[in-house]
């Protein structure tokens, strides 16, 4: 009767990591979207909530549970419990989520990532007396607490003088 309960025990126990891990879901944001994979790809509007896009198996997209979005792309790890692969599927004709007036704007946002089980706070410009750092940061568990994992000077490039 133990071993039973045991056994027992141990299969919930395996069965709810095995449930986590597949129900575990991913969010990109770029743009005026966020990118959200749970099994598809779901693209929504930060601003009104409308759904944009839904990419799904037809698109190459099956069991999506992890995405990350740049320069026009969103590459999507796809894991069915045999096999992972990455998909990349383009986005950059999405109407909705780039607006041109927001393009100077976007390089200065910080963006927040969560990869593996880690999260990432990307602060592309921090002003330090007459410097201006490109600061990465990882959050501690899951906890408040967060630190400085990388930390680059921007150097900007001077315009050449027009004669």
């Known amino acids: ?9 141990l299969a919930a126990i395996l069965s709810f990591a095995l449930t986590s891990q597949v129900m575990a879901a991913s969010v ?17 509007s930060l601003t009104s909530g ?3 896009a839904r990419f799904s198996d037809i ?15 969103a590459v999507v790890t796809t894991d069915d419990l045999v096999t ?3 998909v990349i599927v383009d986005i ?44 990465t940061m990882e959050q501690r568990g899951n906890s408040s607490n967060w630190e400085v994992t990388f930390v680059e000077e921007v150097v900007e490039e001077e315009e050449p003088e027009e004669d």
């Not at 910080?110 to 750092?133: F, H, M, N, Q, W």
Request: with cysteine.
């Open 92 to 135: 950059s004709g999405l109407t909705g989520c780039f607006d041109n007036e927001d393009d100077d704007k976007e390089q200065y946002r910080a963006k927040y990532k969560s990869r593996l089980g880690t999260s990432y706070l990307e602060i592309p410009e921090v002003e330090v007396g007459d410097k201006i750092y490109h600061v």
């Open 84 to 86: 992972k692969e990455a």
């Open 1 to 9: 009767m133990k071993k039973m309960i045991l056994n027992s025990f």
């Open 50 to 52: 409308v759904e944009i």
């Open 28 to 44: 990109d944001i770029a743009g005026d979207c966020f990118y959200f994979a749970n099994g598809d790809l779901t693209v929504t």
């Open 59 to 73: 698109d190459g997209v099956n069991f999506a549970t992890e995405v990350v979005v740049e320069h026009g792309k």
